[in-house]
């Protein structure tokens, strides 16, 4: 495969998406070049540059499209352009370029669970019973005693249905109620959103991540869903029930494979997938034979009990799972999300990110994990996120792990030169990305070594990975690829660790970083310490 300039890609054949790291940027929040306090386009292409560097191989952005906002973009009003506050589709085209002269592939997010209820085409479907666009959106007549048509719930909280006074139904929305469903079951909306993906594909854009596809399809009966019996007092309402018949219908594939005849047209592109939902039923994402996702992202880190023994059951159960042909994706924290440091404290960020690095699969690192930002306590007058407006007290809000990139120690750390849509942490003037390059021992160090390692040792990269255990403190497994056998040994306990392990050369140490030295038959490993060991054969 040629290589494009600029980046040296993974010296393997796999495609950039098996190989590569993707980076995911949250647009509001990464950099801001006009001093409004809110990220947008330009200030994302001035930091090419150091994502190059870094050395990850594409970049995520969360949606772009023109939106009232009212879940910061996830309510999109005009899939085929950009929002004001984000730049124009100019600089969507300069962004693209640039990225791809650095060597770094881009992908949007695209949103076809639903739309902005202010979107034209729900404005007219919301006109009147028979208008042309009616049918494509959810609508449904009133129980005859004026209530809701079914049971269903919103995932921010109270029920999915709102009557439009207008016409006398009511429409169906997973979400708020700003964001109306769309209906998947009609061709036109299935042919409209062909030309979406068309006209971003037909502008270089690499790929797509799927917001929310197991939401895509509902049950044409309209069933209620039965009640969650493991539903616990204090749990966010919107656990009482189970999803049956709202989330993960069988349906959903014929949309996914349409997704994926369009991708096919072009050259090189990628479909990566969010679905919350257990893993066994996330296989079928993958279509049979490639006709489903590239990449159906698997959230299980997010929350897998962060100890040796459970993370190598998970990786053994998912790397059985995967259907033949199927390649793996490993994630550690999103948009939606505790920040990792956060949940699995500090001290294990190195070990994390060594894991996330040296798993089979491609990882997907979110903005600001590489400086081991933590969520930033947000006081209650300067909450955005709609779910915590919603849903107060539950601790569902969003905007802890979405506060502004820290990329320097000043004020407002080279951010923005206005206000900050949303707070910097109060850690900002410490932990930065300036003061952490200048460091070969820091967070960021970490992370450029092994995304660097990744690309002169493809055996980290698309290696088989075998030998999977977990022993006391310790986890462990090796990636062969091509004559090439490496170990990674990360102990996660707090004391000195021996372990026993083939003869060969440590090359990496998450402790002492340069320090390679000859393994003979045992590695003592410091505390919270993980090292790469590559063996003779
Ligand atoms: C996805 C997004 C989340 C958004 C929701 C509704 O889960 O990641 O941020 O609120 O979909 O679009
Ligand atoms: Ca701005």
Redesign the pocket.
Known sequence: MAQPPGNKGVMTSAPWWQSGVVYQIYPRSFQDSNGDGIGDLPGISQRIDYLADLGIDAIWL?PVYPSPMA??G??VANYVDIDAVFGTLADLDALVKTAHQRGLKVIM?L?P??TSDQHPWFLESRASRDNPKRDWYVWRDPKPDGSVPTNWLS??GGPSWTLDPITGQYYYH???AA?PDLNWRNREVVAAMDDVLRFWFDRGVDGFRL??IH?LIEDADFRDNPPNPDFKPGDPPTKALQRLYTNDRPETQTVLARFRQIADEYDDRALIG?A?IPLEALMAYYGHAGSGLHLPFNFQLLSTPWTPQDIAELIQRYEALLPPGAWPNWVLG???RQRLISRIGETQAPLAAMLLLSLRGTPTIYYGEEIGMSDVPIPPELVQD??EKQVPGHGLG?DPARTPMAWSPERKSGFTHGIPWLPLGDDALARNVATQKADPQSLWSLYRDLLHLRRTEPALAVGDCVAIQAERSVLRYERHHAGRRFSVILNFGDEVTDVSAPGGDMIYSTASRNGRRTVTDRVRLLAHEGVLVAHAR
């Open positions: 969360s879940d910061f996830y309510d997010d949103v669970n639903h995932e921010f997973a979400y708020l964001q917001d929310t939401h969010e919350y999103n948009h939606d709609p779910w969003r």
